[in-house]
């Protein structure tokens, strides 16, 4: 279960990273054109890191948690990280 659990805050602090960034392009995209969907990507990537973030400090903080459901936690951030380069890759460009 360790490394499934270790699976997990990797992909949980990829999705920081990336989220990061991406609510930085949004931020200097938003101070030029000022457009509300800009405004509304960047309120939720911020929730969306903020949810990462608490995923973040109980995958290294909590208590034992069963093993069905670290499999589970692991297996959604891995589909978020994916989701997330997806979206990254296509604002990057």
């Known amino acids: 279960m ?3 659990l ?3 805050r990797v992909a949980a602090a ?3 990273l990336l989220l990061a960034g991406l609510i930085g392009i949004w931020l200097r995209t938003y101070r030029e054109i000022r457009a509300p969907m ?3 990507s960047i309120v939720f990537a ?3 890191l903020a949810e ?3 995923a973040l400090y109980f ?3 909590a208590p034992a948690m069963p093993t069905l459901a670290v499999q589970v936690m692991m297996l ?3 589909l978020e990280t994916f989701g997330i380069s997806v979206l990254t890759y296509f604002t990057w460009k």
């Open 2 to 4: 360790s490394l499934v």
């Open 6 to 8: 270790d699976a997990a």
């Open 14 to 16: 990829i999705n920081v």
């Open 38 to 40: 800009t405004l509304g």
């Open 46 to 48: 911020t929730f969306l």
């Open 52 to 54: 990462n973030l608490v």
């Open 59 to 61: 995958y290294f903080n």
């Open 76 to 78: 959604l951030q891995i």
